[in-house]
C-alpha cells in the first residue's frame, strides 16, 4: 500500500520567509498530488493539484512542484494568515485518497 | 459558491449507528464524484469513502470496509455515509467534499483531489 510521509511535522518561521515542506510516497505516483491548507477548526482548502497547478484563488506565493515519489510545497513569503497545517495527499483518480500525517506550520 | 452543510452527527455507544447526511449548493450535484474524509480530534485527514456521480461505483477505506455505506439522492442534492457497527476509534469530524475534475475531452474527465469541502458533523463514540 501506498503511504505519504511529510517532513517536517512541525516548522517555525516568520513573515517573509520562504518554507518549503516535503512529501514522498512509497511508490511512484505520478502527479497525482495534491496540497491542502487546514486552519484550526476549519475545513480543508485546496492549494494545489497534479502536483504543481495552482488552485483558482489561492494566492501565488504558493507552489508545488515534484513528480513520482518526492514532492514539495514552498510558500514564497510567508504570511501571519499562513499559520496552518498542510497535508499532502495522495489520488487515484477518486477511487482512493491518502493523506500524509500534516505539517504543523507556526508563524 | 459551492456550498456543502453535513448533519447527523451525535454521540453514540459502541456497536450503534448514525447517519450522516451532506446537502449540497450551488453546482450540478448529479455530475460529480463526492467523498467523506473524518479527522480523529488532534490529529490528521484519513479518507473514508466515495461514490460516483451516478452512484454505480463506490469506494471505501480498509478500516470501514463492511461497517459504513455511502449513498447518495441526486433527486435531492444529498449525499449520505451510514455509519453501523461503530467503535471507539470512529469518533471524528466527518467532512464531506466535492471532487474536482477537468475536461480532457468530450464526456472525458480527469480527477484532482477534492475542490470543496463542508465544516463537518462530529461523530462521537463512548460508553
Known amino acids: 500500500d501506498i503511504q505519504m510521509i511529510q517532513f517536517p511535522s512541525t516548522l517555525s518561521a516568520s513573515v517573509g520567509d520562504r518554507v518549503t515542506i516535503t512529501c514522498w510516497a512509497t511508490q511512484s505516483i505520478g502527479t497525482r498530488l495534491a496540497w491542502y491548507q487546514q486552519k484550526a477548526r476549519k475545513a480543508p482548502k485546496l492549494l494545489i493539484y497534479?502536483?504543481?497547478n495552482l488552485e483558482s484563488g489561492v494566492p501565488a506565493r504558493f507552489s508545488g512542484s515534484g513528480s513520482g515519489t518526492e514532492f514539495t510545497l514552498t510558500i514564497s513569503s510567508l504570511q501571519p494568515d499562513d499559520s496552518a497545517t498542510y497535508y499532502c495527499q495522495y489520488y487515484n483518480n477518486y477511487s482512493m485518497y491518502i493523506f500524509g500525517q500534516g505539517t504543523k506550520l507556526e508563524i | 459558491e459551492v456550498r456543502l452543510l453535513e448533519s447527523g452527527g451525535g454521540s453514540v455507544q459502541p456497536g450503534g449507528s448514525l447517519r450522516l447526511s451532506c446537502a449540497a449548493s450551488a453546482f450540478n450535484f448529479n455530475q460529480y464524484a463526492m467523498s467523506w474524509v473524518r479527522q480523529p480530534p488532534g490529529k490528521g485527514l484519513e479518507w473514508v469513502s466515495t461514490?460516483?456521480?451516478?452512484?454505480?461505483?463506490?469506494y471505501y477505506a480498509d478500516s470501514v470496509k463492511g461497517r459504513f455505506t455511502i449513498s447518495r439522492d441526486n433527486s435531492k442534492n444529498t449525499l449520505f455515509l451510514q455509519l453501523n457497527s461503530l467503535r471507539a476509534d470512529d469518533t471524528a469530524i466527518y467532512f464531506c467534499?466535492?471532487?474536482?475534475?477537468?475536461?480532457?475531452?468530450?464526456?472525458?474527465?480527469?480527477?484532482?483531489?477534492?475542490?470543496?469541502w463542508g465544516q463537518g458533523t462530529t461523530v462521537a463514540v463512548s460508553s
Open positions: 467534499a466535492k471532487t474536482k475534475r477537468q475536461l480532457l475531452r468530450p464526456d472525458y474527465y480527469n480527477y484532482h483531489g477534492l475542490d470543496a
Open positions: 461514490i460516483s456521480a451516478s452512484a454505480t461505483d463506490t
Open positions: 497534479k502536483a504543481s
